[in-house]
């Protein structure tokens, strides 16, 4: 079955780094871009970043713009946000899907998954 599942969340404190993995399966990877979205409580979900299925382009949200990059290791099935100068507004749980569109405001997501918890405080 089509998976995704994120790992890497953890409570660092502001201006820390993470990286959040993104492990596939289940469809054929190199084919898809990967969207990053993530989620606060009572909040809708956030588009964050998303990376070409070459990994050619990349798309950030502006308030990550600068901070957040986006990467992919198709060999491994895998693809990765690297998070840097965190701040306490990044807090939320992280979520990759993937869609075969990377062009789109509305992609056709594959799976969600559970996420991963970033908390950033102090």
């Known amino acids: 079955q089509v998976q995704l599942v994120e790992s890497g969340g953890a409570l660092v404190q502001p201006g820390g780094s993470l990286r959040l993995s993104c492990e596939a399966s289940g469809f054929t990877f190199g084919d898809y871009a990967i969207w990053w979205y993530r989620r606060t409580p009572g909040k809708e979900r956030q588009f964050v970043a998303?990376?070409?299925?070459?990994?050619?382009?990349?798309v950030y949200e502006d308030s990550v713009k600068g901070r957040f990059t986006a990467s992919r290791d198709n060999d491994k099935n895998t693809a990765y946000l690297q998070m840097n100068s965190l701040k306490p507004e990044d807090t939320a749980v992280y979520y990759c899907?993937?869609?075969?569109?990377?062009?789109?405001?509305?992609?056709?997501?594959?799976?969600w998954g559970q996420g991963t918890q970033v908390t950033v405080s102090s």
């Open positions: 899907n993937a869609a075969l569109a990377f062009y789109s405001d509305y992609p056709d997501l594959l799976s």
């Open positions: 998303r990376i070409s299925r070459g990994a050619t382009m990349t």
